[in-house]
């Protein structure tokens, strides 16, 4: 079926045969390709096909290297790159013969939906964002993005991820010294930004050889992961009362938009959740999170306070051990990235240091919610 629009009539043989110049997404013939026309390149997208009529439909609209680049790179979306001020609608018999062309009045917005590019789908689906999360709110746009809110979804993704990855290596967390490149499993790049209200997508950033040997998700675990976290959400929405284990409804808290603010929503997304339909989460599931989470921890958990030495920093697993305590005890701590300077700092000039914490029952590691240097080791001070 054919859409209708408005635009003026332009020489049908204004784009020729609309002969590909490269290839760039095929099936069953070329869907999206570039097309070179007195030298100004230009970006075809097959919108729809037309069999009483015979007729194909293709949108065509200019674009440039770099906007090649960004789409084959997955830091943009075809709709973004197709989405230019000026957009042709070119029909083609199934010959091959041009039939017409027309440049829209309203460019890509005058194209319903279900003929051009989805908002979010990439040029090839393995640059689809792993996981990204999108800020909703009505005062949310470009132009006006207040810093925490990019704060939040910048910081949303990775620390939910390590909650999952934390969940998944609970037993291995405090044994050995882990490899170096476990944490870039969660502290992944931010693959785009959009402004429909405010958007961040994460990408692996596999290394190239990585990315020549074609690993799957699961051969890092997202796969497993990702179905928990799918149900953890699916849970905070509303959607089944199967309540999740506390390190997963942690992650989920990562998630959920604020109480108050501009931040109204939160919709969650990714290949990682192994779904097509993005989660909206709005102020109900963070309500739904925080009371489950209060009372886990009122049962679970206990503050404590220790004063010592920060020794045997791990950084890549963000934990160290306490030594020289008041009692002699040696304890593991975890921490969050936010104390990542200040332990590091203490741990290099060996200062005395006040460590809050929350700890599950009698077990380590505790989970550090406050740190604080006091001083020099006495031994230093003399040294000077």
């Given amino acids: 079926m054919l859409w209708t629009f408005d635009g003026a009539s332009e020489d049908p043989s204004r784009f020729g045969s609309l002969e590909p110049e490269h290839v760039l997404y095929e099936l069953d013939g070329p869907k999206i390709f570039t097309l070179r026309v007195q030298g100004k390149l230009h970006l075809v997208y097959e919108s729809c096909v037309d069999v009483e009529s015979k007729t194909v439909r293709f949108l065509v609209a200019p674009t440039s290297s770099l906007l090649l680049d960004d789409l084959t790179s997955g830091t943009r979306s075809v709709l973004e790159v197709l989405d230019q001020p000026w957009v042709w609608v070119v ?63 910048a910081d949303a993704v990775p620390a939910a991820l390590k909650k999952c990855f934390d969940r ?23 693959q785009r930004f959009a402004f429909n209200s405010f958007e961040i997508a994460f990408h692996e950033g596999l290394s190239s050889t990585q990315s020549h040997l074609n690993l799957s998700d699961d051969a890092f675990g997202y796969e497993a992961d990702g179905d928990e976290l799918r149900r953890a959400l699916e849970w905070a929405k509303g959607d089944t009362d199967s309540n999740p284990d506390v390190v997963m409804a942690e992650a989920v808290e990562k998630l959920v938009p604020p109480m108050h603010g501009v931040v109204e929503s939160v919709e969650v997304k990714g ?4 779904s097509i339909e993005p989660i909206v989460l709005k102020r109900t599931a963070t309500k739904r999170v925080k009371l489950f989470l209060a009372t886990q921890r009122a049962a679970e958990r206990v ?26 005890a040696e304890i593991t701590f975890t921490f969050s990235e936010e104390f990542y300077d200040d332990i590091l700092e203490a741990f290099s000039s060996s200062a005395r240091v006040a460590v809050s914490g929350r700890r599950t029952l009698a077990r380590q590691p505790i989970e550090v919610i406050g740190f604080e240097p006091i001083s020099a080791r006495s031994s230093d001070l003399d040294a000077d």
């Avoid at 998944?168 to 931010?190: C, E, H, I, K, M």
Wanted: proline residues 7%; positive net charge.
């Fill in 168 to 190: 998944r290596n609970r037993d291995a967390t405090t044994q050995g010294r882990p490899d170096n490149s476990r944490r870039t499993f969660y502290d992944l790049p931010a």
């Fill in 91 to 153: 029909d083609q018999g199934f010959q091959g013969d041009s039939l017409s062309c027309h440049v829209l009045d309203n460019g890509l917005a005058s194209v319903p939906i279900g003929f051009k590019p989805e908002r979010d789908i990439m040029l090839w689906p393995h640059l689809m964002p792993l996981l990204a999360v999108r800020m909703i709110g009505p005062d949310i746009r470009r132009g006006n993005v207040p810093a925490s809110v990019i704060k939040r979804a």
């Fill in 271 to 274: 290949r990682m959740l192994q």
């Fill in 303 to 328: 503050l404590v306070g220790f004063e010592g030495f920060v020794d045997e920093l791990d950084k890549g697993k963000l934990s160290f051990i306490l030594r020289g305590t008041k009692d002699g």
